[in-house]
């Protein structure tokens, strides 16, 4: 099984400020990898697929690099609305795994 | 647009079988352009894949689970079903369903969640 390791797992950060979150693979997914936000008793949200790819409707102060086994989420400048918990998911034959998440905190 | 619905009982003795179902609409199960997947949150915790499905029947188990589950699709009523056997208290969580695009390698629609609790 792929394993992803997600850090940091909390990230304390103040409106406007730039930040990442990385997600390594145990062995190398290509660019498989999906990330996802999920606020407080709500349904994960996908942000962005294929490693790169905004979804539609997504502000485009998200974006996604990396290929292989290191993948990075970036946030070019944080939002109120992006207080939340942050997974990244990886799809390899027909088996996902996610990352353990990120919870993006007000500083 | 997807919207995806689940329905079940929130309440499962231990050792008994957890059965949910999700109603698709918008869209046709059928379609060639999605997989069908169930994804789980315990309490407090992250998320875990449990299974997929396609419109032909064709399944993909989570290893860990494999032994206790079964997924299974109704086209005839634009639905998908989850089985999970011998629950425990683990096995108590949010129990989401989702469309899954791209050949299956993310899940683009989801529904609410619905809480299920084991216990007696």
């Known amino acids: 099984d792929i394993q992803m390791t997600q850090s940091p797992s909390t990230l304390s950060a103040s409106v406007g400020d730039r930040v990442s979150v990385t997600c390594r693979a145990s062995?190398?997914?290509?660019?498989?990898l999906a990330w996802y936000q999920q606020k407080p008793g709500k349904a994960p949200k996908l942000l962005i697929y294929?490693?790169?790819s905004l979804e539609s409707g997504v502000p485009s102060r998200f974006s996604g690099s990396g290929s292989g086994t290191e993948f990075t989420l970036t946030i070019s400048s944080l939002q109120p609305d992006d207080f939340a918990t942050y997974y990244c998911?990886?799809?390899?034959?027909?088996?996902?795994?996610f990352g353990q998440g990120t919870k993006v905190e007000i500083k | 647009q997807l919207q995806l619905q689940e329905s079940g009982p929130g309440l499962v003795q231990p050792s008994e079988t957890l059965s949910l179902t999700c109603t698709v609409s918008?869209?046709?199960?059928?379609?060639?352009?999605?997989?069908w997947g169930w994804i789980r949150q315990p309490p407090g915790k992250g998320l875990e894949w449990i299974g997929s499905?396609?419109?032909?029947?064709?399944?993909y188990y989570n290893p860990s689970l494999k032994s206790r589950v079964t997924v299974s699709v109704d086209t005839s009523k634009n639905q998908f079903s989850l089985k999970l056997s011998s629950v425990t208290a683990a096995d108590t969580a949010v129990y989401y369903c989702?469309?899954?695009?791209?050949?299956?390698?993310?899940?683009?629609?989801w529904g609410q969640g619905t809480l299920v609790t084991v216990s007696s």
């Open positions: 998911q990886q799809y390899n034959s027909f088996s996902w795994t």
């Open positions: 294929k490693a790169s």
């Open positions: 918008g869209g046709s199960i059928s379609s060639r352009s999605y997989y």
């Open positions: 499905i396609y419109y032909s029947g064709s399944t």
């Open positions: 062995q190398g997914i290509s660019s498989w």
């Open positions: 989702a469309s899954m695009c791209g050949s299956g390698s993310y899940g683009d629609y």
